[in-house]
């Protein structure tokens, strides 16, 4: 049987291991994909430290997937051989539950599916998805390029495009790590006043790179007065991984503005009396579905919209996983199988 290098983690807090596997054959409506390149989110931290409860030990990381389908299963119409996909974090729903048929498909309670959690995902060679979880890779972008707006880029792209804000709005962008470098960028092409809010003065002229009208170094200055100056945020994105950070720029919202929570902090505190009295809204998000993602990489295209990628070999995950984790790459660490 042919063979192929995958990076598995054993249990919670272990070690990547490259091992040879045997190439998996796709089942009735899943697709094989031959494995580009994939992004390394900090979501993945979830799985390789044993946060996600219930996790099954071995597995493959990987939710930000890129690459050429291989191979497809019975009664898969839709996709052949050749085509470039990529897969995300929404790793596939049943589509008959009330849920899926009123389109919530992350509410899917039939039969919910996360990649690289649910199934082994793409710190791999090949591997393996449901049709119903793959996007369309449009040939303007290379596998390098697309794979991180798979689950940052659409994150961010649907949480803002979900959101009140309009054109013209202040929209706060707090984080400017692999989620925060896209979600500027992306507020920017939307037409927003975007102001990007990071730690420390080293991040400002990449920030204003990206298009942010305004920075603000949240380690010398308080985000929600300066955000305040400004006249107050229609929307702020939290992207960071703190929710003390989170925290600290609810103040910063204008009057019915809206926090959207989308970095996996552990906890955040909220001010029942500054909620009231600007009746600000505190939500979540979290990524989206297949068709989301050909959406955020259409409007890749469009816009320019790009990801800045450190690219790492599989074979180096261990580094490439320190790197994104010690908050240092700038912006998106990116594994490549060299396929
Ligand atoms: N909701 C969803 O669907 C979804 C999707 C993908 C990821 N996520 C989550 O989003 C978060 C960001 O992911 P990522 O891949 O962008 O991570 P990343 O590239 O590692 O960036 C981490 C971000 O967290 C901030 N941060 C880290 N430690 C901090 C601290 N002590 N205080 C304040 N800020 C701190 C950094 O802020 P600075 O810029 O100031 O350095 C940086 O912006 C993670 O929690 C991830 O699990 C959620
Ligand atoms: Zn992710």
Redesign the pocket.
């Known amino acids: 049987m042919p063979k192929m290098r995958a990076a598995q983690v054993t249990r919670p807090g272990g070690p990547f291991e490259i091992v040879e596997r045997e190439i998996p054959q796709p089942g009735a409506g899943q697709v094989r994909i031959k494995v580009q390149a994939c992004g390394i989110?900090?979501?993945d931290?979830?799985v390789k430290e044993g946060h996600w409860p219930g996790l099954q030990y071995p597995r493959v990381l990987g939710h930000e997937v890129v690459g050429v389908v291989d191979a497809v299963g019975a009664g898969v119409t839709q996709w052949q051989p050749g085509q470039r996909v990529g897969v995300g974090?929404h790793g596939g729903h049943c589509g008959t539950c009330n849920n899926c048929r009123s389109g919530d498909f992350f509410g899917c309670t039939v039969n919910l599916q996360i990649t690289g959690i649910s199934f082994d995902g793409g710190y791999a060679e090949y591997m393996i998805a449901p049709a119903i979880a793959i996007a369309l890779v449009p040939d303007d972008l290379s596998a390098v390029e697309a794979a991180p707006l798979m689950?940052?880029g659409i994150?961010t792209y649907n949480a803002l495009r979900n959101s009140d804000a309009r054109s013209g709005d202040l929209v706060g962008v707090l984080?400017?790590?692999?989620?925060?470098h896209l979600g500027v960028q992306y507020a920017v092409k939307m037409g927003f006043k975007t102001v990007a809010i990071?730690?420390?003065k080293d991040?400002e002229p990449l920030a204003k790179k990206l298009g942010a009208w305004r920075y603000i170094d949240?380690q010398t200055q308080d985000p929600a007065a300066e955000l305040q100056k400004l006249g107050g945020a229609k929307v702020i994105i939290a992207?960071?991984?703190?929710g003390?950070?989170m925290s600290a720029v609810q103040g910063g919202l204008g009057v019915n503005g809206t926090l959207i929570v989308?970095?996996?902090?552990q906890s955040m505190q909220i001010s029942p009396l500054v909620l009231i009295g600007g009746r600000h809204s505190v939500k979540?998000?979290?990524?989206g579905t297949a068709i989301d993602s050909q959406d955020t990489l259409a409007f890749s295209v469009l816009s320019g919209v790009r990801s800045m990628n450190e690219v790492y070999p599989l074979e180096r995950v261990a580094e490439a996983y320190e790197r994104?984790?010690s908050?240092k790459?700038r912006?998106?660490v990116v594994l490549t199988t060299g396929l």
Not at 175 to 180: A, E, I, M, P
Not at 239 to 242: A, D, L, R, S
């Open positions: 989110c900090h979501s931290s979830l974090w689950c940052a994150t984080g400017l790590g692999g989620l925060g990071a730690r420390g991040k949240s992207t960071v991984t703190n003390d950070a989308i970095g996996a902090a979540g998000w979290y990524s994104m984790m908050g790459a912006f998106r």
